[in-house]
């Protein structure tokens, strides 16, 4: 500066005394970045120490810090005579013109404002170091004392020193100033920038506010909308015919959609005619609730488009070219635009919703699709009316039917138990008589007969027997399909140990073993009809075994939640899987009657008599294996249960 040149920044040494070690660091990295050499101290009394072991170029000092001050470092440095040459920077913020005097009183050789900018600490390091040795010629001046601020300071810096530390203030001063007016610069451009997103904001919420002011009001008509229609929901649910439908749907229409006139028509595509089934507006109707008219009235374009489904819309009926006869008599009266709604049903159109208008153009997009949204509903509840009145009527003649069923049924079963009668009586009368004469020849006249004469009588005796069988077992099978079944609690060990008890002679003349495993539950059924079932299935234990096969027979119960299922185990000759299902019907046999006599109808009775309990019955056997039958009733609590 001024055409002095300073020494070289790689023989420059610069101590920088910071307590805070990232200040420092960065302090550090600026200067060394610039090729001088800095050293750091934490503290004065540290960079004191080492200030006098290795003199420095230069020292840059923080002014608060722990221990000793840079107020005090820089007084201490320039009051030792091999020191004082040493230009010493003090970091300042530089908040108090007091900072000045204290520094000018101290010694200091210039001023850095915190936080400095990195070109502005380079150039005054590097006027300091060019300065340096015109200060070093100039002589010591005399101190002078100067009161400033209600202190006394005495100063004793020379004119270099204190102008230098002047020129620091002012030229900081020119920079803050400078920095002030890029920030007021800076401030105004934001507040014009601020100023125009406002404004789009504000232009923006403008459009918005409009936006949702008309968005609640679509919702509030839509909302509006929604309850009428739900009104007319109620109102088709209420009604029982079609007529009624339409009549109370007619004011809720108009109130969604404005109109001059409205009526609702169906359509008879067989007879080529349409009926008006309500109609409402001002002034006397032209088609009033009721009247018959032909299609051809309604124009072909009107129909076309309804058929497939479509709105027809009139904006002026005064555009028409030919209006059909219908539009002909309205617009005498004052129609000038209207709407034609189908109403489909399944695919098929049934009728149309109309609304007229005196005024031309009078229909919005938006009350065509409520017109058509409203006649969807119509639709469907017309044609729920029409079927309800459809099953009613034939409800009607089912119901007449059923009567004249019931009369054939009662007389058949009047027949079934004559029938009944005949057969326990008039037809077991000649088989007790036959049976009888049989056993009394081969009692009296046994000696008299020869082998063959013998063996007619045994097979008369056997067969009247089997027949005497046959007969009991229908009429039980009949009496389990006729008879009232009374449900009640039945304990299973009682039903089970009447059958063993029954069965006892059988039992041990056959010498097979039969296990219980109790307990055995309650279920809800018919006591007799239990001890019927769970006999016909132990007689069948015992009787379908292999030759030479000691019968044994199992029986135990399960419980499945509200359900209790009693099994039945044998050891017998099993029954094949095809044929498991057809061994429940009435004369269903699988074995020769010489091999396993039977009559075939056992367990038609079980299956029925369980059904007639209201559960079920199966069996689960293979070949060879034996077989385990089952049966599923409810299940009831015990007696004794709390």
Same mark, same amino acid.
């Given at each position: 500066?001024?055409?002095?040149?300073?020494?070289?920044?790689?023989?420059?040494?610069?101590?920088?005394?910071?307590d805070s070690?990232t200040?420092?660091?960065?302090?550090?990295?600026?200067?060394?970045?610039?090729?001088?050499?800095?050293?750091?101290?934490?503290n004065?009394?540290?960079?004191?120490?080492?200030?006098?072991?290795?003199?420095?170029?230069?020292?840059?000092?923080?002014?608060?810090?722990?221990?000793?001050?840079?107020?005090?470092?820089?007084?201490?440095?320039?009051?030792?005579?091999?020191?004082?040459?040493?230009?010493?920077?003090?970091?300042t913020?530089?908040s108090?013109?007091?900072?000045?005097?204290r520094?000018?009183?101290?010694g200091? #050789?210039?001023?850095?404002?915190?936080?400095?900018?990195?070109?502005?600490?380079?150039?005054?390091?590097?006027?300091?170091?060019?300065?340096?040795?015109?200060?070093?010629?100039?002589?010591?001046?005399?101190?002078?004392?100067?009161?400033?601020?209600?202190?006394?300071?005495?100063?004793?810096?020379?004119?270099?020193?204190?102008?230098?530390?002047?020129?620091?203030?002012?030229?900081?001063?020119?920079?803050?100033?400078?920095?002030?007016?890029?920030?007021?610069?800076?401030?105004?451009?934001?507040?014009?920038?601020?100023?125009e997103?406002?404004?789009?904001?504000?232009a923006?919420?403008?459009?918005?506010?409009?936006?949702?002011?008309?968005?609640?009001?679509?919702?509030?008509?839509?909302?509006?909308?929604?309850?009428?229609?739900?009104?007319?929901?109620?109102?088709?649910?209420?009604?029982?015919?079609?007529?009624?439908i339409?009549?109370t749907?007619?004011?809720?229409i108009?109130?969604?959609?404005?109109?001059?006139? +409205?009526?609702i028509?169906?359509?008879?595509?067989?007879?080529?005619q349409?009926?008006?089934?309500?109609?409402?507006?001002?002034?006397?109707?032209?088609?009033?609730?009721?009247m018959?008219?032909?299609?051809?009235?309604?124009?072909?374009?009107?129909?076309?488009?309804?058929?497939?489904?479509?709105?027809?819309?009139v904006?002026?009926?005064?555009?028409?070219?030919?209006?059909?006869?219908?539009?002909?008599?309205l617009?005498?009266?004052?129609?000038r635009?209207?709407?034609?709604?189908?109403?489909?049903?399944r695919?098929?159109?049934?009728?149309?919703?109309?609304?007229?208008?005196?005024?031309?153009?009078?229909?919005?997009?938006?009350?065509?699709?409520?017109?058509?949204?409203?006649?969807?509903q119509?639709?469907?509840?017309?044609?729920?009316?029409?079927?309800?009145?459809q099953?009613?009527?034939?409800?009607?003649?089912?119901?007449?039917?059923v009567?004249e069923?019931?009369?054939?049924?009662?007389?058949?079963?009047?027949?079934?138990?004559?029938?009944?009668?005949s057969?326990?009586? #008039?037809?077991?009368?000649?088989?007790?008589?036959?049976?009888?004469?049989?056993?009394?020849?081969?009692?009296?006249?046994?000696?008299?007969? #020869?082998?063959?004469?013998?063996?007619?009588?045994?097979?008369?005796?056997?067969?009247?027997?089997?027949?005497?069988?046959? +007969?009991?077992?229908?009429?039980?099978?009949?009496?389990?399909?006729?008879?009232?079944?009374?449900?009640?609690?039945?304990?299973?060990?009682?039903?089970?140990a009447?059958?063993?008890?029954?069965?006892?002679?059988?039992?041990?003349?056959?010498?097979?073993?039969?296990?219980?495993?109790?307990?055995?539950?309650?279920?809800?059924?018919?006591?007799?009809?239990?001890?019927?079932?769970?006999?016909?299935?132990?007689?069948n234990?015992?009787?379908f075994?292999?030759p030479?096969?000691?019968?044994?027979?199992?029986?135990?119960?399960?419980?499945?939640?509200?359900r209790?299922?009693?099994?039945?185990?044998?050891?017998?000759i099993?029954?094949?899987?095809?044929?498991?299902?057809?061994?429940?019907?009435?004369?269903?046999?699988?074995? #020769?009657?010489?091999?396993?006599?039977?009559?075939?109808?056992?367990?038609?009775?079980?299956?029925?008599?369980?059904e007639?309990?209201?559960?079920?019955?199966?069996?689960?056997?293979?070949?060879?294996?034996?077989?385990?039958?089952?049966?599923?009733?409810?299940?009831?609590?015990?007696?004794?249960?709390?």
């Amino acid at each position: 500066m001024n055409g002095r040149e300073g020494p070289r920044s790689d023989t420059v040494k610069i101590l920088v005394v910071e307590d805070s070690p990232t200040q420092a660091l960065q302090l550090q990295y600026i200067l060394e970045q610039h090729d001088y050499h800095a050293a750091v101290a934490p503290n004065g009394r540290d960079a004191l120490a080492l200030i006098r072991q290795h003199k420095p170029t230069m020292v840059i000092s923080d002014i608060l810090m722990p221990e000793m001050d840079g107020y005090q470092l820089c007084q201490q440095i320039k009051t030792e005579p091999d020191l004082a040459g040493t230009p010493v920077i003090l970091l300042t913020s530089l908040s108090d013109p007091r900072d000045v005097i204290r520094g000018l009183e101290c010694g200091a #050789d210039n001023f850095i404002v915190k936080p400095y900018d990195e070109e502005f600490l380079l150039a005054r390091i590097q006027y300091i170091l060019a300065n340096q040795r015109v200060q070093q010629v100039e002589t010591a001046q005399m101190g002078l004392e100067i009161f400033f601020g209600g202190q006394t300071y005495f100063i004793t810096s020379d004119r270099l020193q204190v102008l230098n530390l002047l020129l620091s203030t002012y030229e900081t001063a020119v920079e803050k100033n400078r920095q002030l007016l890029e920030a007021q610069d800076t401030l105004r451009q934001l507040n014009i920038h601020l100023e125009e997103i406002v404004a789009e904001r504000t232009a923006a919420l403008t459009v918005e506010i409009a936006e949702r002011r008309r968005a609640e009001e679509a919702l509030r008509r839509y909302a509006e909308r929604l309850r009428i229609l739900q009104e007319i929901d109620r109102a088709i649910l209420a009604a029982q015919s079609s007529e009624a439908i339409a009549q109370t749907s007619l004011g809720h229409i108009c109130a969604l959609v404005p109109c001059w006139r +409205i009526d609702i028509s169906l359509f008879d595509w067989q007879t080529r005619q349409k009926v008006v089934l309500a109609s409402a507006g001002r002034g006397t109707p032209r088609l009033p609730s009721g009247m018959l008219r032909s299609l051809e009235e309604y124009g072909g374009e009107d129909l076309a488009t309804l058929q497939a489904g479509q709105v027809y819309v009139v904006e002026d009926v005064l555009t028409l070219p030919a209006p059909p006869a219908t539009v002909q008599a309205l617009q005498g009266d004052g129609a000038r635009s209207y709407i034609r709604v189908p109403l489909m049903a399944r695919g098929e159109l049934i009728g149309s919703l109309n609304l007229w208008s005196d005024q031309a153009g009078a229909f919005t997009p938006e009350q065509v699709d409520i017109a058509r949204e409203v006649a969807d509903q119509l639709a469907i509840g017309i044609q729920q009316a029409r079927l309800y009145e459809q099953v009613q009527c034939h409800a009607a003649e089912l119901e007449a039917r059923v009567t004249e069923r019931t009369a054939e049924l009662q007389e058949i079963n009047a027949e079934l138990e004559s029938f009944s009668y005949s057969v326990s009586h #008039d037809l077991r009368s000649p088989l007790v008589v036959v049976q009888g004469f049989a056993g009394m020849l081969l009692a009296g006249y046994d000696d008299r007969l #020869d082998a063959v004469g013998r063996s007619y009588a045994q097979h008369i005796v056997a067969g009247t027997r089997r027949m005497d069988t046959l +007969i009991e077992d229908l009429l039980t099978y009949s009496h389990l399909r006729r008879a009232a079944v009374e449900l009640k609690p039945v304990s299973l060990e009682a039903v089970v140990a009447e059958v063993l008890t029954q069965l006892e002679p059988e039992i041990l003349g056959k010498d097979a073993h039969v296990t219980v495993e109790k307990p055995l539950p309650h279920v809800i059924g018919h006591y007799a009809i239990l001890i019927q079932v769970v006999t016909n299935l132990l007689t069948n234990g015992l009787k379908f075994v292999s030759p030479g096969v000691r019968a044994q027979m199992r029986v135990w119960a399960e419980e499945r939640g509200d359900r209790a299922r009693l099994r039945l185990r044998d050891n017998g000759i099993g029954i094949a899987p095809q044929h498991q299902d057809r061994i429940f019907g009435v004369f269903e046999r699988l074995h #020769d009657r010489e091999a396993y006599p039977g009559t075939g109808v056992g367990l038609a009775i079980v299956r029925k008599g369980i059904e007639r309990m209201g559960g079920q019955v199966g069996v689960e056997s293979a070949l060879g294996q034996g077989s385990t039958f089952w049966l599923e009733l409810r299940r009831a609590p015990r007696p004794d249960a709390a």
